[in-house]
């Protein structure tokens, strides 16, 4: 291969070094308080971007109002931190003007399903192909501790000191109900599966959800100990694989079997039971999906994570730029001039 050394002194034709986590690390100070959730995620997502072999001109990571939203100060790449609950909408219209374009949101549960609930239901129906990472610690952490749309019922915080009434949403319901086509579920202190999640949320076509359960050890600490502690996260936890009966238990003798439409717990080992009689997962299968996301309402059931729900479906931008082509190839390229005066118009003297 020819050579030839460009004015900024690299060299033009050469093969790019291969980009490490570090390479992905900003100047700036992280600045989350000692022991939130948010470093692990961070950490997680500058490990998978190298694997990704995408240059870091082309991606961009755009955030809303949070503590989450702070994440794109500190990713070496693009970013756009926009207001409250637009993140979705920001995301959409780049990816929409610019679609060779790698475009990632960060959003907490507070500004994605609250004040952003609206945008972030039509992202997910339109189907563009972006990554949507939501922190879910069940709190606003950066207003100082107010319930969120996930707290649960009765949470007593500043703005329900009395206790919540409301139930909380379901992020994986919600987001199968809009038509998602990549859902899944991750937590910050299981490093590997947050990777491996992430990794087939980038490698799908099309809009990616992923709920990640994070821990803000200030204003809600413990929300999800159940879920992530040694003595506890076996019987409270089932980690859904396509392919693969949903086991869940230390010793994997638990299992979850359909008795109509209804999910059942058994053990494996007793009675007539065995592990024939445990669904085997399709994540292809959205009423699958959606029995088994809502495993997470029931105070008895281990809550799922892993992807839940993975199909193809016409990415929105792809069918923008084909209609936009074919429109000009009917009616030729427009005038806005023409477009202007246009119809009814009038002169005013």
């Not at 955030?63 to 995301?91: E, K, L, V």
């Not at 609930?117 to 192909?129: P, V």
């Amino acid at each position: 291969m020819e050579t030839e050394t460009t004015t900024n002194g690299t060299i033009e034709g050469a093969a790019k070094p291969k980009l490490t986590a570090k390479d992905f690390a900003s100047d700036q100070d992280v600045r989350w308080c000692p022991g939130c959730g948010d470093y692990s995620i961070l950490a997680q997502v500058q490990r998978v971007m190298p694997s990704f072999n995408l240059p870091k001109e082309k991606t961009v990571f755009v955030a809303g109002i949070g503590c989450s939203s702070r994440f794109p100060y500190y990713m070496d790449t693009y970013g756009f931190h926009g207001i409250h609950g637009r993140a979705s909408s920001i995301a959409s219209g780049l990816k929409m003007a610019r679609p060779d374009l790698d475009v990632w949101v960060t959003s907490g549960d507070g500004d994605l399903l609250s004040i952003g609930g609206n945008h972030f239901i039509h992202t997910l129906r339109r189907n563009l192909d972006i990554v949507i990472l939501m922190f879910n610690n069940k709190i606003y952490g950066l207003t100082k501790g107010q319930y969120s749309p996930t707290s649960e019922h009765g949470k007593i915080t500043k703005s329900s000191p009395f206790g919540t009434l409301e139930e909380p949403f379901n992020p994986l319901t919600l987001a199968l109900g809009s038509g998602g086509s990549f859902v899944a579920r991750s937590m910050d202190r299981d490093p590997k599966h947050m990777q491996d999640t992430i990794s087939k949320g980038k490698g799908h076509n099309g809009t990616a959800f992923i709920e990640i359960f994070q821990n803000c050890n200030i204003y809600n600490d413990g929300a999800h100990e159940l879920y992530t502690e040694k003595d506890t996260k076996p019987d409270h936890t089932l980690f859904v694989e396509n392919g693969k009966p949903l086991l869940f238990g230390a010793k994997k003798d638990k299992g979850i079997k359909l008795n109509g439409f209804r999910p059942e717990i058994i053990n494996i080992n007793e009675g007539n039971n065995s592990v024939n009689d445990v669904i085997v997962y399709d994540e292809t299968s959205k009423e699958l999906a959606m029995i088994v996301a809502q495993l997470s309402d029931f105070n008895d059931y281990p809550v799922p994570f892993g992807v839940l729900y993975k199909v193809q479906k016409p990415v929105y931008e792809a069918q923008m730029e084909e209609q936009i082509e074919d429109s000009i190839e009917q009616l030729g390229k427009g005038s806005l001039e023409k477009l202007l005066f246009a119809g009814n118009t009038w002169e005013i003297k």
